[in-house]
């Protein structure tokens, strides 16, 4: 994949409500697909991870996410969230380079308690 | 687990300096990455490295140059810094080969620089 879209840069819910974070990626052959998180103050970590197999994919902290590959899409998700979820999410799939990574602009998450 | 750490967190220089960012990684990956974070931007990839003494530019090389002569260390080189370098700079490595899930990177800590 050679760009990587976000559909919002900000969102803000409360405690308890359901999330969904857009992702579309060009196609570029390999679907290797990631979901990485930005808690405020710390370093890039991440969340989840997609390669083959069941396009329901689980990661750290209840979230989840589902490729649709006649969609390019990898949508993030989670059904209730926390206060503690308040983070910077970026997208990423393979970039032009090799071994390298496309990463979407990201979208901010407030969670209000 | 695998460590990926900076030299600073943050940094303050002058225009005109020339600045030396380094980056160290302790699980013997062969590919390593530098980022520039900005926001409404994301994540831009400047320069990366697949081995010892290879570098590749990103997608935005302009200004910064590269230096990888240990397996485990990649500094990222800002000739004559300019404020609009000022920037939060991101380190990365990925493993190659078995063990590895393809594309997956390990990201360090962070540089803040700023650029008077």
């Known amino acids: 994949a050679q760009s990587v879209s976000q559909h919002n840069h900000h969102v803000i819910l409360s405690e308890a409500a359901s999330l969904e974070l857009g992702c579309n990626y060009s196609y570029g052959g390999t679907v290797n697909l990631f979901w990485y998180v930005q808690y405020p103050g710390q370093h890039l970590q991440l969340l989840l991870k997609?390669?083959?197999?069941?396009?329901l994919v689980k990661g750290i902290k209840g979230f989840e996410a589902e490729f649709i590959k006649s969609k390019f899409s990898f949508n993030l998700r989670k059904p209730s969230v926390q206060w503690s979820d308040t983070a910077e999410y970026f997208c990423?799939?393979?970039?032009?380079?090799?071994?390298?990574?496309?990463f979407g602009k990201g979208t901010m998450l407030l969670v209000s308690p | 687990d695998v460590k990926v750490t900076q030299s600073s967190r943050y940094l303050v220089k002058r225009t005109g300096e020339k600045v030396f960012l380094e980056c160290v990684q302790d699980?013997?990956?062969?590919?390593m990455f530098w980022y520039r974070q900005d926001p409404g931007l994301g994540l831009r990839l400047i320069y990366f490295?697949?081995?010892?003494?290879?570098?590749e530019k990103g997608d935005i090389p302009e200004g910064y140059s590269v230096s990888r002569e240990k397996k485990e260390r990649f500094s990222l080189i800002l000739e004559s810094a300019s404020t609009n370098q000022t920037s939060m700079y991101l380190c990365?490595?990925?493993?190659?080969?078995?063990?590895?899930?393809?594309?997956?990177?390990?990201f360090g800590p962070g540089t803040r620089l700023t650029v008077t």
């Open positions: 990365a490595s990925s493993l190659i080969g078995e063990g590895s899930f393809p594309y997956e990177q390990y």
């Open positions: 990423a799939a393979p970039g032009s380079g090799y071994s390298t990574l496309t």
């Open positions: 997609y390669f083959s197999g069941d396009p």
């Open positions: 699980m013997d990956h062969e590919n």
């Open positions: 490295s697949y081995d010892v003494k290879m570098k």
